[in-house]
């Protein structure tokens, strides 16, 4: 929150990362009850960030980390103040993650776990002192992603899905994007509508421009 950004501001962080619980395999929040939704964290805390830039001229970056499954996503953290994003699952998902690919029901998938897994034995991160030593419960999952290929041919599709974006609210730059989109609250209706409905689909493979050599 705005308070939490100011208090790592005043300590030197180079940039702060928002974000508790909402990494698609983090199990924070059910654990311990701690956390915030990922848009309100960041639309505060890039409040605090221009704040805290007009007060002492001095800029710190923010980071929105967890809640991104789909390209659109990025597109809304960028328009909510963020200045980058972590892409822990969209990266797990390629070709160049260095993750075993596994046939699971048919489908290729790859690993991805959390760093509070009780896999990743990331034990010094998640210590609670004293004499027990080690992580006393789990904060993340051990899990699958689909397979998407290699990293080139996603990353630019996901880079035209933002550019596009980006024309539609007529800003040349992340900071004009910033500017001049509009956010608003919308229904669960709202989301379904949104989508393709109402209508039997003759091929459900996402649409993905073809090149000719």
């Known amino acids: 929150d705005a308070e939490g950004f100011r208090?790592?501001?005043?300590?030197g962080a180079d940039f702060i990362?928002?974000?508790?619980?909402?990494?698609?395999?983090?199990i924070t929040r059910e654990?311990?009850?701690i956390g915030r939704g990922q848009a309100t964290a960041t639309i505060e805390v890039a409040k605090a960030r221009d704040e805290y830039f007009e007060e002492?001229?001095?800029?710190?970056?923010?980071?929105s980390d967890g809640g991104i499954v789909y390209d659109h996503h990025l597109?809304?953290?960028?328009?909510?103040g963020a200045d980058?994003?972590?892409?822990?699952?969209?990266?797990?998902r390629f070709d160049e993650s260095p993750t075993n690919k596994v046939n699971i029901n048919g489908s290729y998938m790859k690993e991805?776990?959390?760093e509070g897994s009780a896999r990743a034995r990331n034990w010094q991160r998640y210590d609670l002192g004293g004499d027990k030593k080690g992580m006393s419960f789990e904060e993340g999952v051990d899990s699958y992603v689909p397979y998407a290929g290699t990293l080139k041919d996603n990353v630019d599709l996901t880079l035209s899905?933002?550019?596009?974006?980006m024309c539609n609210c007529g800003a040349l730059t992340i900071p004009e994007l910033q500017e001049k989109a509009k956010l608003t609250v919308v229904s669960s209706t709202s989301i379904v509508e949104g989508g393709a409905h109402d209508v039997v689909l003759k091929d459900k493979t996402p649409y993905v421009s073809s090149t000719i050599h």
Do not use: E, H, N
């Open 7 to 11: 208090f790592l501001a005043d300590a």
């Open 75 to 80: 597109t809304l953290a960028l328009a909510m």
């Open 112 to 114: 991805y776990w959390g």
């Open 31 to 33: 654990q311990k009850g």
């Open 161 to 165: 899905k933002v550019k596009s974006t």
């Open 17 to 26: 990362k928002i974000g508790i619980g909402g990494g698609s395999i983090c």
């Open 84 to 92: 980058f994003v972590m892409l822990g699952r969209y990266f797990a």
């Open 56 to 63: 002492t001229g001095v800029y710190i970056p923010i980071c």
